[in-house]
T-cell receptor, first 112, second 118 residues
């Protein structure tokens, strides 16, 4: 059964820093991997979706990479801002018709 | 992206009552919807997979008689928490898998429903 792990669980940085959030998964035979943002008490906002055939996706200051062979994905946030403060969730799907399996998230706090 | 609407967004009920949460795909059809629950500061845990016109598939440890799921149409799935107790208080989120079109196969999430059982 797929397990998704995220490290670190929490991270505090000053504004302007570049940072990396890590995600690992036990079953490398994934269909896709997705990064989400969740603000306190709110639903999910999809950030980046990487298909199994892709190695990375970029959106603005965000870049997500995927290395299936090692079972890892990273989310790179450039020039962090206080508005980036949120919990970031990594999730993977094993097959097209299955649900996303989530990690426990990394809670990011960016101070001004 | 496509829109998934959950209703109600929050609900408070007394212990012993039943609460129904609706998950609607507004601009696409979904043969499959997934229900998750999230405890405070925890991740999303998959509860069940809801398939249109058939019985839901529940994850291990989830009581199917307590969490009734109905997926009567291609745009609506409902989760009913029966005889709710304070330990059922949680954030419930649904996800719908687009059947066809430009979003085929993609998953879209509702905004979640916060249940508080007194």
């Amino acid at each position: 059964k797929q397990e998704v792990t995220q490290i670190p669980a929490a991270l505090s940085v000053p504004e302007g820093e570049n940072l990396v959030l890590n995600c690992s998964f036990t079953d490398s035979a994934i269909y896709n991997l997705q990064w989400f943002r969740q603000d306190p008490g709110k639903g999910l906002t999809s950030l980046l979706l990487i298909q199994s055939s892709q190695r990375e996706q970029t959106s603005g200051r965000l870049n997500a990479s995927l290395d299936k062979s090692s079972g890892r994905s990273t989310l790179y946030i450039a020039a962090s801002q206080p508005g980036d403060s949120a919990t970031y969730l990594c999730a993977s799907r094993n097959q097209a018709g299955t649900a996303l399996i989530f990690g426990k998230g990394t809670t990011l706090s960016v101070s001004s | 992206g496509a829109v998934v609407s959950q209703h109600p967004s929050w609900v408070i009920c007394k212990s012993g009552t039943s609460v129904k949460i609706e998950c609607r795909s507004l601009d696409f059809q979904a043969t499959t919807m997934f229900w998750y629950r999230q405890f405070p500061k925890q991740s999303l845990m998959l509860m069940a997979t809801s398939n249109e016109g058939s019985k839901a598939t529940y994850e291990q440890g989830v009581e199917k008689d307590k969490f009734l799921i109905n997926h009567a149409s291609l745009t609506l799935s409902t989760l009913t928490v029966t005889s709710a107790h304070p330990e059922d208080s949680s954030f419930y989120i649904c996800s719908a898998r687009a059947l066809a079109g430009g979003w085929a196969g993609e998953l879209f999430f509702g905004e979640g429903s916060r249940l508080t059982v007194l």
